[in-house]
C-alpha cells in the first residue's frame, strides 16, 4: 500500500497479558522500524528490519518483547506478560533505505491496566 | 550520546505572525535531518530532508534550512492548520538508521 498500515489502533491489555501488534509497510520499503512513544513527544526506538533480518536491536528489552517480519506477512511485535509501564503508542515506520526518511503508520495506542 | 535538541518547547503564534523553530544536534558524521509534523492522535508526517550544510528545503508556508550544527523550521504567515507538533531527528552515529527525535515543538496558531 501507499501507507504504513497499523493495526489494532487501541490495545487494552491486563497486567501480565500478552499483546501484539501489525505493521504493514509501504509496498517497496524494505526496512521497518519499531518505536514507542511513551510521554507526550518522547520516541524511543525499539528494533528495525531490513526486509525478514533483524537490522538494529539495540532498544529491545529482549526479556518481555520480540518481534518479527516474515515474507508475504505483516510484521510484528509481541510482548509477552505486559507490565504498567508498557503503556504508549507504538510506532511502526518504513523506508526505502536505511538512510531514507522513514514514514510512520498511525500507531497503536497500547493501554495496560 | 547522540543529542538533538529542539526549542523552543511551545509557541504560540498570532495567525500570519512568523517565527521560526531550532533543532540543534551534536550528532557526528550527520547522514541526514529530518523534520516531521505530528497532530495529536497520529502518526508523525515527514516533511523534509536535509543532508548537508546550506542546504534549503521549501513545502508551502514552511522552509528548513540546514548548518552545521542546527537546522531551522521557519514559518512564515502561519495559519490555525499549521498548529501541530514539529519534531526534529537524525539517525545517530551508531552506524545503523536508528532516528534520534527531539521533543519536539508545540505550535498553536491563533486565528
Known amino acids: 500500500g501507499e501507507e504504513v498500515a497499523q493495526t489494532p489502533k487501541h490495545l487494552v491489555r491486563g497486567e501480565g497479558q500478552k499483546a501484539k501488534l501489525y505493521c504493514a509497510p509501504i509496498k517497496g520499503h524494505s526496512y521497518v522500524f519499531w518505536y514507542q512513544q511513551v510521554l507526550k513527544n518522547e520516541f524511543k526506538f525499539l528494533i528495525s528490519f531490513q526486509n525478514e533480518n533483524v537490522f538494529d536491536e539495540t532498544g529491545m528489552p529482549k526479556e518481555r518483547f520480540s518481534a518479527k517480519c516474515l515474507p508475504n506477512s505483516p510484521c510484528s511485535l509481541e510482548i509477552q506478560a505486559t507490565k504498567l509501564e508498557d503503556s504508549a503508542v507504538y510506532f511502526c515506520?518504513?523506508?526505502?533505505?536505511?538512510?531514507?526518511?522513514?514514514?510512520f503508520g498511525p500507531g497503536t495506542r497500547l493501554t495496560v491496566l | 550520546e547522540d543529542q538533538v535538541t529542539q526549542s523552543p518547547e511551545a509557541l504560540r503564534l498570532q495567525e500570519g505572525e512568523s517565527s521560526s523553530l531550532n533543532c540543534s544536534y551534536t550528532?557526528?558524521?550527520?547522514?541526514?535531518l529530518f523534520w516531521y509534523r505530528q497532530d495529536p492522535g497520529k502518526g508523525p508526517e515527514f516533511l523534509f530532508t536535509?543532508?548537508?550544510a546550506g542546504e534549503e528545503k521549501e513545502k508551502e508556508r514552511l522552509k528548513a534550512t540546514l548548518t552545521k550544527k542546527e537546522s531551522f523550521l521557519h514559518i512564515t504567515a502561519p495559519k490555525p492548520e499549521d498548529s501541530a507538533t514539529y519534531l526534529c531527528a537524525a539517525p545517530g552515529d551508531s552506524g545503523y538508521s536508528t532516528l534520534t527525535f527531539g521533543k519536539g515543538t508545540m505550535l498553536l496558531v491563533s486565528p
Open positions: 536535509l543532508y548537508s
Open positions: 550528532v557526528s558524521g550527520l547522514r541526514g
Open positions: 515506520a518504513s523506508s526505502q533505505g536505511a538512510d531514507n526518511e522513514q514514514f
